[in-house]
């Protein structure tokens, strides 16, 4: 019941005393207004008949990629996720993305996006501006761990790790995060969670 209070007061800013965690919180992570690509994405996948469910996720990081317009976007792992690339692209046409996930969804995906997105059949050692990173099932091969998002990321780099409370290994794989040095700001969504590297800002760790 705490927990949940505790979520409830943080989303509406109170307590929130960072200028940046307060206008990030309130506009962004729980903004209320639909953009057209809520409503597009969906007819577009619809008219490809694809049943490709939209979720909170997408519009979240729509939104994410809108306010931080990154111009080097990595998508890891979300198996059969098509809409995703395509709420990434939505938010910034400018923006180099590139996948790393199965080979079955590599193969429809690239149908789908039409040449949008770049694929990598491995993880790689470049840097990125910002990472959507689904740790549910995550392969091994795909080489993940905290060391290795950091050694790809920069100073304003950020990163939306899905499913973190999906399983015990997702969930220490969070905690982890949370208690890293080198990382300032994460925010903790139950389900989700964002994390800001930005050395400028005080080490904190918000649920919201």
């Known amino acids: 019941m705490f927990d949940h209070l505790k979520r409830l007061r943080t989303a509406k800013g109170f307590g929130v005393h960072s200028p940046f965690a307060f206008n990030f919180i309130t506009n962004i992570l729980f903004e209320k207004y639909s953009y057209y690509a809520y409503f597009d994405i969906p007819q577009y996948l619809s008219e490809k008949h694809l049943d490709a469910p939209i979720s909170s996720i997408h519009q979240l990081s729509f939104r994410i990629v809108n306010f931080f317009h990154p111009k080097n976007v990595l998508i890891v792992g979300g198996k059969q ?7 990434v692209n ?37 840097q990125m501006d910002a990472m959507i990173v689904d740790i549910q099932l995550l392969p091994k091969a795909y080489g ?29 794989f969070w905690k982890e995060v949370q208690t890293d040095p080198r990382i300032a700001l994460t925010f903790d969504m139950r ?7 930005n050395s400028s800002y005080y080490k904190l760790n918000y649920l919201v």
């Open 81 to 87: 996720d098509y809409a995703l690339p395509l709420f």
């Open 90 to 126: 939505a938010a910034s046409p400018e923006a180099r993305i590139i996948c790393l996930t199965d080979q079955e969804t590599k193969s429809k995906m690239s149908e789908i996006c039409e040449g949008k997105i770049e694929f990598w059949h491995a993880f790689r050692f470049e």
């Open 144 to 172: 993940i761990s905290i060391e290795n998002l950091l050694k790809i990321s920069h100073n304003q780099t950020f990163w939306v790790i899905r499913h973190i409370d999906a399983d015990k290994e997702s969930r220490r």
């Open 191 to 197: 389900q989700d969670g964002i994390v800001i590297l």
